[in-house]
């Protein structure tokens, strides 16, 4: 069984998750230390105001001796010096000692940081207060350790950072197992899919019951193998029927040749070669409509242009009078403009034109009109109709109705030309369809649907010669 290797999605999953979970602790883990000491500093502030509070209550009151009371921290160190910096009063575990300060403070009371005062090593944080003393302006200095401040940041530094490797490893871990399971089921429907020959095409990738994205996406390659199915398979029917069809003419085309050389007046030859000549150029049609079904959608892009819809239909309409078999009968046209290849739409209008023309019995009908966006040709001939259950698989390609709709006294069509007439209509953002005659008289009515962006409002009426009944 293949794995995802070094290069997969688990690993590079794995380590974007460690990386991130890593710096986000990181983050944490300097913000959680900042606070700590904060909330500690601020703490030391606090009782340190207290204490001048209390120092400058006991001068006011005139019961301030030569010891201060420490209060509740051993550590802190208490002194009030007159204006020329002489200590008047302290806390007796700074008893003797200079002062604090070597120099007289100047400005408002404030926070200093000193180091190695006398009660100990390490920095102590200096609340300096002025004070009303014998008349003159004094200063408490109230100095606290930080030692227990830093010992406790430090070790909380040192715990998160201890942990941090332990908890990325961990999350690593988690990730690494979750994405091996999650990905499991890819790593099935990717060994399923590289099994898929074309001899295999009707194998199907296996779906996990998760309802999640990874199910939904092996329903739709499933779904995808379904439509290569249907394709491959359209594909083959397509390679058989065209040759089929091509093997009829061929050998028709070889008997009349055989029999011509076997002929010998010219008269015989002539007419030999004149039913030759027919299945040449039936075989010819045959060939050009394989190429075309053949061969890739038409790139619309590189060959379209604004074209006048209405101008090919009249064509196509003085094209199918010059038969002169039926009545081409032309009502209404619009003047309309559609975006596509006016040599595709053209033919698309001949294979359907053809088509009516050969089973109408006096008339053909061909109409345009636009509106809402939509340009509508509709071609109605009075033959015998297409029963509604027919009216898709005329459509498909080599189709054939085994029904009164055959061609009188004409032979037999590709069974192509109304596939290719759709295909165009398709490749135009369009549809084709059959439906019965409005009036309820026999006959068939195929309606073709154009985007039309650009159609006049005005409708252009054909002239009294094209409305007439003309062969």
Do not use: C
Not at 252 to 276: F, G, K, N
């Amino acid at each position: 069984m293949i794995r995802l290797t070094g290069r997969g999605i688990r690993p590079r999953v794995t380590a974007t998750a460690a990386v991130v979970v890593a710096l986000t602790l990181l983050v944490a883990g300097v913000a959680l230390v900042a606070l700590v000491r904060w909330s500690l500093i601020r703490a030391i502030d606090q009782a340190a105001h207290d204490q001048v509070t209390a120092v400058t209550s006991a001068i006011a009151a005139g019961q301030l001796g030569a010891t201060v009371p420490s209060g509740r921290s051993a550590t802190t160190l208490v002194q009030v010096v007159d204006a020329s910096n002489t200590v008047q009063a302290a806390t007796s575990n700074i008893q003797g000692e200079p002062p604090i300060l070597p120099t007289v403070p100047v400005g408002g009371q404030r926070f200093v940081t000193r180091s190695n005062l006398p009660l100990g090593p390490g920095a102590f944080r200096v609340l300096i207060a002025p004070v009303r003393l014998h008349g003159q302006t004094g200063h408490i200095y109230i100095a606290t350790s930080l030692t227990q401040v830093n010992a406790a940041t430090t070790n909380t530094a040192i715990l998160f950072g201890a942990g941090l490797p332990i908890t990325v490893a961990l999350l690593s871990w988690v990730v690494w197992r979750s994405a091996t399971r999650a990905l499991r089921p890819v790593d099935r429907i990717r060994e399923h899919t590289a099994l898929i020959q074309a001899e295999t095409i009707t194998a199907r990738v296996p779906v996990p019951d998760t309802d999640d994205e990874i199910s939904r996406l092996a329903l739709t390659m499933n779904q995808m193998l379904d439509r290569l199915e249907r394709s491959s398979r359209q594909q083959a029917e397509f390679v058989g029927n065209a040759s089929h069809e091509l093997k009829s003419p061929l050998a028709a085309l070889r008997t009349h040749l055989e029999v011509a050389l076997d002929e010998e007046s010219d008269a015989a030859r002539r007419e030999v070669l004149t039913i030759a000549d027919e299945q040449v150029q039936r075989m010819a049609e045959l060939i050009e409509d394989l190429l075309f079904l053949a061969r890739e959608r038409e790139q619309l892009n590189g060959v379209a242009s604004w074209v006048d819809l209405d101008e090919i239909v009249l064509a196509e309409a003085t094209r199918l009078r010059r038969f002169g078999r039926v009545d081409i009968i032309t009502h209404h046209l619009d003047a309309t403009r559609i975006h596509g290849s006016g040599r595709s739409l053209a033919r698309m209008l001949a294979n359907v034109g053809d088509n009516a023309m050969h089973f109408a019995r006096t008339a053909v009908m061909i109409d345009l009109r636009s509106g809402g966006g939509q340009a509508v040709i509709t071609i109605t001939d009075d033959g015998p109709g297409i029963p509604p259950s027919e009216r898709e698989h005329v459509f498909q390609r080599f189709a054939r109705l085994d029904t009164a709709r055959t061609r009188p006294g004409n032979s037999p069509g590709t069974g192509l030309g109304l596939a290719i007439a759709r295909q165009i209509a398709q490749d135009h953002g369009g549809v084709i369809s059959i439906d019965d005659r409005a009036d309820q008289r026999p006959g068939a009515v195929v309606k073709i649907s154009l985007p039309s962006p650009e159609h006049a409002t005005t409708p252009m009426v054909a002239a009294p010669a094209d409305s007439e009944s003309a062969r």
